[in-house]
């Protein structure tokens, strides 16, 4: 079975202040997918990236980045320069790459505060 | 880009009632789609996977008769809450893969709120 774990429940950080929230998965396949959802208050599920368990080149995205270790299991996700408008809860997910089978594993959540 | 839809995006209804919720691939072809619940602040759960053309596969704890799932094209599945509790209430959120795509992504609706009084 997967687990995905966010041990980040809330973080509260002053505007342009960088951030970084954790991401821990494990899993005993080889072959995965990491993803990195945003859930404003709105509720919909905003899609932000996904990486293949082939891939630990670590991927930066405007003010978004991301270092994914296999070796210690962790994809974390860093805002530079946050915004008011990052406020959100933002959920590291897992999937296998098995046809059939890829359903998303989600961590808990993390629910990130940027102080104006 | 892939876009999908939940219908309706909020519901409150009576106590032993029940809702039916609509989810459509619009733009693309959808062989599967998986249902997820989140109750407030916390995470999406998987309920179910739903298989056009055949019967949903549901997770542990999920009473499949009480929720209800029909894929009866590839682009609609819908989630019907049969004799709705209070407890239901929930934020019913669908997903579906597109089916000429092999990146096995996931493209999320924008989910349904239930109440149940």
Known sequence: AQKVTQAQTEISVVEKEDVTLDCVYETRDTTYYLFWYKQPPSGELVFLIRRNSFDEQNEISGRYSWNFQKSTSSFNFTITASQVVDSAVYFCALSLINFGNEKLTFGTGTRLTIIP | ?117
């Open chain 2, 1 to 117: 880009g892939a876009v999908v839809s939940q219908h309706p995006s909020r519901v409150i209804c009576k106590s032993g009632t029940s809702v039916k919720i609509e989810c459509r691939s619009l733009d693309f072809q959808a062989t599967t789609m998986f249902w997820y619940r989140q109750f407030p602040k916390q995470s999406l759960m998987l309920m179910a996977t739903s298989n056009e053309g055949s019967k949903a596969t549901y997770e542990q704890g999920v009473e499949k008769d009480k929720f209800l799932i029909n894929h009866a094209s590839l682009t609609l599945s819908t989630l019907t809450v049969t004799s709705a509790h209070p407890e239901d209430s929930s934020f019913y959120i669908c997903s579906a893969r597109d089916l000429q795509g092999s990146s096995y992504e996931q493209y999320f609706g924008p989910g349904t709120r239930l109440t149940v009084t």
